[in-house]
C-alpha cells in the first residue's frame, strides 16, 4: 500500500493578527515585550522574522529585506499586510489600553509624521541599546 503524505501545515496562529519583528534586535524584543503586556486578550502573535519556517500564511507575499527595514503584521485573515506605523496603528486599535488613542492615529498628517518617526527608529534601532562585541542589553535605569 503506498501512500503519499500531504503538507497540511496547520496554522498555530489562526485568529490572531501576527507581528514579524526583527528577533536578533534587543529593541525590538523589548517592544515586543512591552506589546504583549498590553495584549490582555491575547489578540497578537509574535514571530521572528528571521524563522522564515514559522511565517504565517499570507494572501500579500512577504518580502524579507521589507521586513528587516520594518516591523510586519498580518491580521487575522492573512487577506492584509501592514508595516511600521501603519503595522502599530492596526495593533493600538486591538489593545486594551490604547484603543482609546486609535482615533488620534487617523487624523489628518498623523500616518506621515508617525511613519516618518516610526522609520528614524527602525533605521537605528541598534544604536538606540548599547551593543559591545554582539552582545546587547537594554540600559539600566538611573536613579
Not at 45 to 67: C, F, G, I, N, T
Not at 89 to 103: C, D, E, I, K, N
Not at 114 to 141: H, T
Request: glycine content about 6%; some cysteine.
Amino acid at each position: 500500500m503506498n501512500t503519499t503524505l500531504e503538507n497540511t501545515t496547520t496554522d498555530l496562529n489562526a485568529g490572531h493578527g501576527v507581528v514579524l519583528f526583527d528577533g536578533s534586535c534587543r529593541f525590538c524584543q523589548f517592544g515586543v515585550k512591552m506589546v504583549q503586556r498590553l495584549d490582555w486578550l491575547k489578540r497578537l502573535r509574535y514571530q521572528d522574522m528571521h524563522d522564515q519556517a514559522a511565517w504565517p500564511s499570507s494572501e500579500v507575499p512577504l518580502d524579507p529585506a521589507k521586513m528587516m527595514e520594518e516591523m510586519h503584521l498580518v491580521t487575522p485573515d492573512r487577506k492584509r499586510l501592514f508595516a511600521g506605523f501603519t503595522a502599530f496603528r492596526w495593533m493600538a486599535g486591538r489593545l486594551p489600553l490604547t484603543w482609546l488613542l486609535t482615533p488620534f492615529l487617523y487624523l489628518p498628517g498623523v500616518r506621515w509624521i508617525g511613519q516618518k518617526m516610526y522609520m528614524w527608529i527602525a533605521r537605528n534601532r541598534y544604536n538606540l541599546v548599547p551593543c559591545k562585541d554582539g552582545v546587547c542589553q537594554i540600559p539600566a535605569k538611573k536613579g
